[in-house]
C-alpha cells in the first residue's frame, strides 16, 4: 500500500508555442478524507461569477480519477473565453491527469483517494485571437498539468536545489522592470 498523500503542491509553466497558449498550472493533491478533500468539496460548493470551478472532464459525462477541480486565475468574462477554457483546456487538464498516472507519478491504485485542485491560467489573449489553434493550446495545457503533477508528487523542486540555486535565479517580471521592460 502506498504512503498516506495528505497535502502536496506544484506548478509548471509551459511555454513556446503562439501567443497565448502558455499553460502554468497550480496544483495542490491530497487524500480525499483530508484538507484537500475538504477544500474540494468546499470549493465545489462555493461558486463565484467569473471564476467557476468545474471537474476536469475527458468530455461530457466522462470525469477523470484522480477527481480533479479545475479554478481560473483569470476573471472570465466571455462565451468565447469560456467555451475555450471549459473545452480544450478543461479536456488537456484531464488528459494530463490521466498521463500523471499512467507514468506512475500519482499511484494507480491511489486514484479513487485522491483529489486534485488546479489554478488554470489561460491567457485572456484566447478570446480574440483569429487563429487559435487548439491542438497546439491542448497540447501545452496537457504537458504543463502533467508536469505539476510530476513535480507535485514529487516535492520539486527540493530545499537542497532551492538553496543551491536562490541566487542565480531572478523572477522573469522583476528582471523585466530593473530592464525597464515594465
Request: no cysteine.
Amino acid at each position: 500500500m502506498s504512503e498516506r498523500i495528505v497535502f502536496r503542491s506544484g506548478e509548471a509553466l509551459v511555454a513556446g508555442g503562439p501567443p497565448g497558449t502558455a499553460a502554468e498550472p497550480e496544483v495542490i493533491i491530497g487524500e480525499l478524507d483530508g484538507p484537500v478533500g475538504t477544500a474540494l468539496a468546499t470549493l465545489t460548493g462555493d461558486q463565484v461569477k467569473g471564476h467557476t470551478r468545474v471537474f476536469a472532464i475527458l468530455n461530457t459525462d466522462i470525469q477523470v480519477r484522480p477527481l480533479t477541480l479545475m479554478v481560473s486565475k483569470v476573471t472570465v468574462k466571455d462565451d468565447r473565453y469560456t467555451n475555450i477554457l471549459m473545452g480544450t483546456v478543461q479536456a488537456a487538464i484531464a488528459n494530463g491527469v490521466l498521463d500523471a498516472v499512467r507514468a506512475g507519478d500519482i499511484p494507480k491504485e491511489k486514484a479513487n483517494d485522491l483529489g486534485i485542485i488546479v489554478s488554470v491560467w489561460l491567457n485572456p489573449m484566447v478570446s480574440t485571437a483569429k487563429d487559435l489553434d487548439h491542438k497546439i493550446l491542448f497540447d501545452i495545457h496537457r504537458q504543463a498539468m502533467a508536469k505539476a503533477i510530476k513535480k507535485a508528487m514529487n516535492n520539486q523542486p527540493d530545499i537542497d536545489w532551492l538553496l543551491e540555486n536562490q541566487d542565480k535565479i531572478t523572477h522573469k517580471y522583476y528582471q523585466m522592470g530593473l530592464d525597464g521592460k515594465i
